[in-house]
């Protein structure tokens, strides 16, 4: 089955700091990859998603990129943070089909982002 | 495009009582239907799924049917119990190549003792 990672856990940094949060995931080949962000009441909110190593699809203009350098390595990254980048940022893997329930997404454990 | 509408929480209940959340949905074509739940300082599981018109899905007591006639995936328990509390998402996901998951808001379950 597939397991998610993600570091850090948690992670405080200043406005205008650059940050790399990390996702890998083990148990699968060639899965799609998302990156979610769940902010304080308003749900979670698709940020990019990649069906394939350099192959990046953004959902929301923003200040983050991501970036997917491996199969089961995504990256999420930010030149300069700002204050409404905080929250919680959920990675999630769809396993190629086939290989688990159609459509169900696997989740990380998540990254709590406070930006001060 | 698609959404997923949730009632608004929170939601505080005793051990012992009935559950229902509500759950409507808007979406071209036959999305899947899910229902994840978050527990404290943790990330989502899914709780229990539903891929097609009448389909219930369950686990855990909780149970959830596809209703294609009202576009509802309304989430039920007969019996909560304090370790039911937790953050629960309605989502639904489009049946392309992409599969990307369209989320509720959320709503907070607590369960008194």
């Known amino acids: 089955s597939q397991t998610i990672h993600q570091w850090p856990a948690t992670l405080v940094q200043p406005v205008g700091s650059p940050l790399s949060l990390e996702c890998t995931v083990e148990g699968t080949s060639n899965p799609n990859l998302y990156w979610y962000r769940q902010a304080a009441g308003r749900g979670l909110q698709l940020l990019f998603y990649?069906?394939?190593?350099?192959?990046i699809s953004s959902e929301v203009p923003q200040n983050l990129s991501a970036s997917r350098p491996q199969d089961r390595q995504f990256i999420l990254s930010s030149k300069k943070l700002l204050l409404s980048d905080s929250g919680f940022y959920l990675c999630?893997?769809?396993?190629?089909?086939?290989?688990?329930?159609?459509?169900?997404?696997?989740f990380g454990p998540g990254t709590r982002l406070t930006v001060t | 495009g698609d959404s997923v509408t949730q009632m608004e929480g929170p939601v505080t209940l005793s051990e012992e009582a009935f559950l229902t959340i509500n759950c409507t949905y808007t979406a071209t074509g036959y999305p899947s239907l899910f229902w994840y739940v978050q527990y404290p300082g943790e990330g989502l599981q899914l709780l229990l799924k539903a891929t097609k018109a009448d389909d219930k899905g369950s686990n855990k007591g909780f149970e959830a049917t596809y209703r294609k006639e009202t576009t509802s995936f309304h989430l039920e328990k007969g019996s909560v119990q304090v370790s039911d509390s937790a953050v629960y998402f309605c989502?639904?996901?489009?049946?392309?190549?992409?599969?990307?998951?369209?989320f509720g808001k959320g709503i907070t379950l607590s369960v008194r003792p």
């Open positions: 989502a639904l996901s489009d049946t392309g190549a992409n599969s990307k998951l369209t």
């Open positions: 999630a893997c769809l396993p190629r089909a086939g290989t688990g329930v159609p459509y169900e997404q696997y």
């Open positions: 990649s069906v394939g190593i350099g192959q």
